[in-house]
């Protein structure tokens, strides 16, 4: 009998990390001359950064700041949307930042047609908010990840590979 081997294309990332990058920015913020009394707040909700600053050239540097603090913890930019900045009550201006998480089902469609292309030999299933990869090699499916790898700088969403068995 032949053993059937599989992995799941995900897009998510790690939420403590994302805490913690947030944290370190706070930290910054508070120390750093430039930023020190701008009552600066950054706000995390369930998908979205929200960030209350006094002015754009402020929230230019949060958003400098918040790119490099993700880097270093190994989290992709891409999980990132900035919204263009509202003006808000007295002279406060408010960016949304919204966390992308999850594949949507058009681009869980793209992936599994650039998938079905490319490799003959493999079977792929949407499955919700991931998309599995099945097939009788396990280098069908090393192939089926550096095609995903190369072709991720067109996405705009950074993927992983998990149960890969």
Do not use: C, H, W
């Not at 913890?73 to 201006?93: C, T």
């Not at 493999?122 to 396990?138: A, E, F, L, P």
């Amino acid at each position: 009998m032949a053993a059937n081997y599989s992995f799941d294309v995900v897009s998510d990332f790690d939420r403590q990390e994302l805490i913690n990058a947030v944290d370190q920015l706070r930290r910054e913020i508070i120390q750093r001359y430039d930023l020190k009394d701008t009552n600066t707040t950054i706000e995390i909700e369930e998908t979205e950064l929200i960030v209350t600053s006094s002015s754009d050239m402020t929230l230019q540097a949060v958003e400098d700041i918040l790119r490099q603090k993700a880097t270093k913890r190994k989290l992709s930019l891409k999980i990132f949307a900035f919204q263009p900045p509202e003006a808000s009550g007295g002279s406060k201006v408010i960016q949304r930042i919204l966390l992308k998480k999850g594949l949507t089902q058009e681009m869980a469609k793209m992936i599994s047609k650039k998938i079905r292309d490319e490799l003959k030999k493999v079977t792929v299933s949407i499955q919700g908010d991931r998309i599995r990869v099945t097939g009788k090699n396990k280098d069908d499916l090393q192939n089926a990840i550096s095609l995903l790898r190369k072709q991720e700088d067109d996405l705009d969403l950074p993927l992983q590979f998990e149960n890969y068995r």
